[in-house]
């Protein structure tokens, strides 16, 4: 707050009304819903509840269904992360290195930041056509015939490929603009003292960029939890199977397709609670990040 | 004396370093090659998927049926891109690419203007107020990051039903509007502009409402802009909300039609793929074009709010 504020008494409620008004209803009035009923079961025909207390829980636990979800959802994240953290690095790296040229390439890697993610889901659903899609021939040449949704392994495959093509240009951004923040006089130094390349990256530059690395992480699990929806949702097309589907899809599948009410809301309070796991994460490393820098 | 070096100590110094000059020359334009060649594989791997879908827009469906994407170019995209803009995908005759176009720049426009103005409002009431629970009304606000979405996406179309706004431009976007991180953007510009600004103003006699419009305002304009191209992407892509609240057709956006257009292409007649691949191209282009034209202002919005 400023020292010299304005004393006015009702202009700053008036102000903050709106935003206060929409996070009520449609934030803090709904997950309060999720939380309730996620102790209820509702009946499917709307003719009342009844209180079951974590039952809707146990439930979840016991579904192998759940489970299956939730370890797809777990190594999902994982491959997505690593794979897009790393590629989007190496360019970063090579992008802030070349003289010629660092503009287009800038541009060239991070437009797919405006990509909306179902359009990476039907990019993705022509690549690997099972006639005649690109990466489906490709793939043919070393044995391997991909038959995205029909085997559970190849969907998924198709998933994490969308999923990083749409995650990497985000990646580079934030990892570019950390390199172009290393100050040049401690790369100068780092010349001096060293001269292997590749040495002075892990020893150097690479330690300066583990605060974005760290907050990268987080951006990218979350990232793969809930921005993935629009993709897998043009994948699957409402038809998931067997397929696999990430723990928010199921939240959708289950509270809109399914009429699970009191399973839905147990899945979206564990959802909240993993949300909040992870930005308590964050805010331990933005205040280590302090430290650092 | 010992210490002193000898000439025959100094001398191979210069010769090394040329010797290491020489040897190492080639390699420095090596190591450079290596750059390009890994710079230009990232940029065809992000690039080769959309110059895939436009080829494929150039030739009949028909061959693509048979053949999928080549690298021919044929003379198609003219009827396909007339097709995608003026036809219907559906019988309501309202999935028109063009309607669809327009819907999209509504909810991008909309919810980015919407975010920008509350935000500011908001973040304008807890830096320059004395106000007893400015910092409640902060944590309230900032608490919604926990709170994304899709964790709490049933109850809150129940709550947008129960209000009557199923189907309704209110009920797609103000929804959406709320925001922590671009209130919480604000907050920190606010705090940097000068206590000096505030203090000359009101010996100047302007109020709260004046300074605001008059000073603060015209003062966050790079903000807002940064702010906005981000908004702007990120509304336009919004998919989840737009599915559920808006089910009439002749409010379809483009990126909501993707799955239509996927259904479309599993019927049993010849799959449209030139039509549907124009729609995608469509539906990323507005977004796209404004990311790289704004580059400067999206990445130091981008780098600046995350962090």
Redesign the interface.
């Known amino acids: ?8 008494p009702w ?3 008036l ?2 009304l ?3 008004t ?2 009520c ?7 309060w ?2 939380v309730r ?1 996620s102790f209820f079961l509702e009946d499917p025909f709307g003719f009342g509840e009844t209180f079951v207390g974590l039952q809707n829980y146990t439930r979840l636990l016991d579904s192998t269904q759940y489970m299956k979800n939730a370890w797809f959802t777990l190594w999902f994240s994982a491959v997505v992360t690593a794979l897009s953290l790393g ?1 989007a690095l ?2 970063a790296v ?2 802030d ?2 003289l010629r ?1 660092a503009r287009t ?15 990476a ?3 993705a ?3 690997f ?1 099972q ?4 990466l489906t021939e490709f793939f043919a040449q070393f044995g391997w015939e991909i038959r995205i949704r029909l085997e559970y392994f190849d969907t998924a495959f198709a998933m994490i490929v969308a999923s990083v ?1 749409k995650q ?3 990646n580079f ?2 990892f570019l ?1 950390g390199l172009q923040s290393i100050p040049p006089a401690v790369r100068e130094a780092a010349m001096i003292d060293n001269r292997s ?1 590749v040495s002075r990256f892990w020893t150097v530059t690479f330690p300066l960029l583990a605060p974005t690395g760290f ?1 990268l992480l987080i ?1 990218n699990i ?1 990232y793969s939890l ?1 921005d993935t ?2 993709m897998i ?2 994948i699957l ?1 409402n038809n998931p199977g067997d397929q696999p589907v990430t723990l ?1 899809y199921q ?2 599948l289950d ?2 397709r399914g009429q699970d ?1 009191g399973g ?2 147990a899945q ?1 309070v564990v ?2 609670v993993l ?2 796991a992870l ?1 308590v994460f964050q805010f331990r490393l933005v205040e280590r990040r302090i430290h650092y820098t | 004396m010992a210490h002193i070096p000898t000439t025959s100590d100094r001398a191979p110094a210069p010769a090394r370093l040329l010797a290491a000059g020489r040897r190492r020359a080639p390699r420095i334009r090596w ?2 090659l290596v ?2 060649l ?2 230009i594989a ?2 065809l ?3 080769a ?2 110059l ?2 436009l080829q ?1 827009s150039t030739i009949p469906d028909e061959q ?1 049926m ?4 080549s690298f021919q170019i044929g003379d198609r995209f003219l009827p396909n891109l007339d097709k995608a803009l003026n036809e219907s995908m559906s019988f309501s005759g309202e999935t028109t690419g063009r309607n669809m176009f327009r819907n999209s720049m509504i909810l991008g426009f909309g919810f980015a203007i919407g975010k920008i103005v ?2 500011m ?2 973040a ?8 007893r629970f ?1 910092m409640l ?1 902060f944590w ?2 900032f608490t ?5 979405l ?11 039903q129960q209000l009557g706004l199923l189907n309704t431009w209110t009920g797609l976007i ?2 959406l ?3 922590a991180t671009a ?1 919480f953007f604000f907050r920190q510009y606010f ?1 940097s502009v000068p ?1 000096e600004l ?2 000359a103003a ?1 010996i100047d006699g302007a ?3 004046r ?1 605001f419009l008059d000073i603060l305002v015209p003062l966050s304009r790079t903000m807002v802009a940064a702010m906005f191209i981000i908004m702007f ?1 990120y509304g ?2 919004q ?2 909300w737009p ?2 609240i808006s089910t009439e057709e002749g409010r379809f956006t483009l ?2 039609g ?2 239509q ?3 479309g ?2 019927g049993g007649h010849i799959p449209e ?1 030139g039509r ?2 124009i729609l ?1 191209i469509l ?2 282009l507005p ?2 074009l ?3 034209f704004f ?1 400067r202002w999206f ?1 130091k919005g ?2 600046d709010t ?2």
């Open positions: 707050m400023k020292r010299a504020g304005f004393a006015n202009l700053p409620v102000l903050l709106p935003q206060l929409i996070i209803l449609f934030f803090y009035w709904p997950a819903q999720a009923s590629i190496l360019l090579k992008a290195s070349v040229g390439y800038r541009t060239l890697l991070m437009w797919v930041y405006a990509v909306a993610p179902p359009v889901g039907f990019i659903l022509i690549v056509n006639r005649w899609g690109p093509w990497v240009p985000v951004i934030f603009s390349a907050f951006i979350t809930f929806f629009g949702d043009t097309r928010v939240v959708y509270g809109f009410i839905s809301s979206s959802l909240m949300v909040l930005t | 190591g450079g750059d390009h890994v710079l990232g940029a791997f992000m690039l998927p959309s895939m879908l494929m693509i048979r053949t999928g994407p509350i935000a409002m908001a304008y009431a807890i830096v320059y107020f004395r106000l400015a009304a309230l606000i919604t990051l926990l709170l994304p899709e964790v709490r996406i049933v109850p809150s179309y129940e709550i947008t103000v929804p509007i709320a925001s209130t705090l206590e505030v203090e009101r109020g709260p409402i300074f992407v336009w892509n998919y989840l599915t559920m990126v909501q993707i799955k257009i996927t259904q292409l599993e793929f549907s691949n995608a539906a990323v977004p796209v404004v990311v790289v580059q990445v981008l780098t995350d962090k």
